[in-house]
């Protein structure tokens, strides 16, 4: 039997911002537990949640980016439902009238464009959270409050692949337009993963399993190809009646979805309107300032990147991957740097460097103005490739400006001076001009190497073996 799998993705996003969404406390991640909190975060009574304009502004932003249609009113709805995480007794979200609605984005899978259909993306604010030690739970409320952007496609994805490619994606996004740093390390990222299996000429979608709070892209991508074996497995032995709506949780440990609850029906959490929120007016005005200050996209930027500069679509990938690769790529470029030359040294050179460091790009000592001295020190035969090198690396060692290097290191181009070094060396060298010129011809590399031990490498190697040539061939 064919089958296919359709699958749709619930994307959380904490929101870059200087306070919560409802309160005055700040919005940072911290290591200690319940250090950002105040009265409205711990649901005291007789506190009042007070919007932060700015969380409305982003998210305006992302709706805007992909392609969503926009609200008249930005108001929210109470979610109702009891957990140890939420201290209100409800969630303040967004139900009948979210941010945006029925938008689209085209995203890059396997050098293909796919059009992905958004269903919704909301403004909410986060819960707690919880740590489970044996038998006892902590609850840490520095998360409480947090602005979260919840974002919901149509199930209009086909494959584990497809589903990655879409996050990824839209982490560039909200990285890009400075909306989250969208960092999964610090638990800014989480996603639900719904997947069902259908025969391939079938009409209506299979049962439906959700996986729920998945912290990494590639355990979404795990949970995937697990679910769809699973079910796929199931279908094609006549036991497709056990698959059952149904929430799980994906073990890392083990790579496989376990089973938590039944969803055999869809949650009534009586949403009602928040009554302590006004609903605030999204005016035109408004939607054309957020939409000017939009960056250029990362798939915008990388068929720029191929199109003027003639990167390779392999290139172009890794330097769009993340906004601060693509901002130092664009400083080089400007700085007159060619632009096929740059993107190498960032590739190979300096993105190894800042993961062996654990470091961000824009930590890195080495600026593109530093780089450049290097690659224009290189090109005017000042030094050699392997200098320029060894150069890079001591320059963001010792943490010194790579002129004071270059001048160290500096080659000898000076022909006379390189035509008296030559002159001395093959004085020496009688019996193996000699076997040269008798058909050993492999002794040519016995020269060169002569004369760079003589120069500590400081030789220019092509007038080296311009003069060698000229010397012994002439």
Partial sequence: M????????????????????FSSSKNSYEKDANVNISAIDLAFPGVLPVL??????KSLMMSIALNCSLPEYIYFDRKNYYYPDLPKGYQITQSHDPVGVDGEVIIECNKEERKIKIHDIHLEE????????????????????VPLLELVTEPCIYS?????????HIKRIYQYCDISDADSKKGQIRCDVNVSMMEEDAKELGTRVEVKNINSFSSVYDAIVYEINRQSELINSGRGDEIVQETRRFDEESGTTKRMRSKEDAIDYKYFVEPNIPKYKVSKEWVEEISSCIPELPLDRKKRY??????SDYDANIIIKEKDYADYFEKCISLGMDAKESANWIIVNILAYINKLDIGINDLFITPEKLKVIIDAKKKGAISSKQAKEIFVKVIEDKKDPIEYIKDNSQISDKEELIKIIDDILLKSESQIEAYKAGRSNLFDYFVGQVMKNTRGKANPVMTKEILNEKLNG
Wanted: hydrophobic share 40%; proline share 0%.
């Fill in 160 to 168: 584990a692949d497809e589903a990655v490619a879409f996050l990824e």
């Fill in 52 to 57: 932060n304009k700015e969380c409305v502004r």
């Fill in 306 to 311: 191929i199109k003027e500069y003639g990167l």
């Fill in 2 to 21: 064919a089958l296919k799998a359709v699958i749709g993705l619930e994307m959380h996003c904490e929101l870059k911002s200087n306070s919560k969404v």
């Fill in 126 to 145: 986060d819960t707690a959270s919880l740590d489970h030690v044996f038998d006892s739970s902590f609850i840490d409320y520095n998360r409480a409050g």
